[in-house]
């Protein structure tokens, strides 16, 4: 057995980055969460009262909806992690 690898810390920067980071996926996660199981699942109910295209919107949400919305949050991610790895590439340079 050799030497373990040293362990590299980040840098202010880097922990700055990854927080965002974090926080920017938890948030879509818990969207796409709640339209896909609350939308469909959850509220399917109260739903199911709203006519929506000629079919309920609970059942809309569910097989539809979800993926739109889960196509707009994958959209959303590259557009706010290209804003935010810009940001860092300008601090990085300061």
Known sequence: MGEPEKVQSLDDK???YWKKNIKLITGLLIIWFLVGLGGG???AAPLNEVPFF???LSFWIAQQGAILVFILL???YAIR???LDREYFEKKEQ
């Open 41 to 43: 699942v959850l509220f």
């Open 14 to 16: 880097q922990n700055w």
């Open 54 to 56: 000629g079919v309920t």
């Open 74 to 76: 994958i959209l959303s």
């Open 81 to 83: 992690m290209d804003k």
